[in-house]
């Protein structure tokens, strides 16, 4: 398998580690398509959208949507991403949506940022900083849950906090 990834992707970020942690690495080839925004960037040819991350599986299906792609890879690995138990699954999904609320709110603002000062939103800018700011609060209240064992609720919590920093 090839994961198609970007380093400054904080959506690739979660399933890069997935890989990493869960001992993916025999299996998945990690393939760096810096920068995204190249007209002849290899994603463009593969499928819709040309985004990260992005997954060709051995036997050829391209996965293009971060959360299927951790589907795919819980499957491959047995169920390692996430715990069996399911009052410990519960906990763990909830960690990995709010930690994705505080992706998508960071990511967002992000981009606004950038763009010229003349077509900000600060309207938008302020929804996304009171989200994140959210966001950093659900995930301080449900810190002591998070448990000793690596899930994808932990991964995705790391990943926006690496993206946040």
């Given at each position: 398998m090839k994961l198609f990834y970007?380093?400054?992707?904080?959506?690739?970020?979660?399933?890069?580690?997935?890989?990493?942690?869960?001992?993916?690495?025999?299996?998945v080839d990690l393939v760096d398509v810096s920068p995204l925004a190249a007209h002849d960037n290899i994603l463009r040819?593969?499928?819709?959208?040309?985004?990260?991350p992005a997954l060709r599986t051995d036997d050829g299906?391209?996965?293009?949507?971060?959360?299927?792609?951790?589907?795919?890879?819980?499957?491959?690995?047995?169920?390692?991403?996430y715990p069996g138990d399911a009052v410990?699954?519960?906990?763990?999904?909830?960690?990995?949506?709010?930690a994705s609320l505080l992706m998508d709110?960071?990511?967002?603002?992000?981009?606004?940022?950038?763009?010229?000062?003349?077509?900000?939103s600060p309207s938008l800018i302020e929804k996304k900083t009171e989200r994140a700011a959210q966001c950093y609060d659900a995930l301080e209240d449900v810190v002591e849950r998070f448990?000793?064992?690596?899930?994808?609720?932990?991964?995705?919590t790391v990943?926006?906090?690496?993206?946040?920093d």
């Open positions: 970007v380093p400054n992707s904080p959506y690739a970020r979660r399933a890069v580690l997935a890989v990493r942690e869960f001992e993916l690495s025999e299996t040819s593969m499928g819709p959208g040309g985004r990260v299906a391209f996965i293009c949507e971060t959360l299927l792609i951790l589907n795919y890879f819980d499957g491959v690995t047995g169920g390692k991403l410990a699954r519960g906990v763990a999904m909830q960690i990995e949506g709010v709110s960071l990511f967002v603002r992000s981009h606004e940022n950038c763009r010229d000062s003349s077509e900000q448990g000793r064992v690596m899930h994808m609720g932990s991964i995705s990943a926006a906090l690496g993206y946040a």
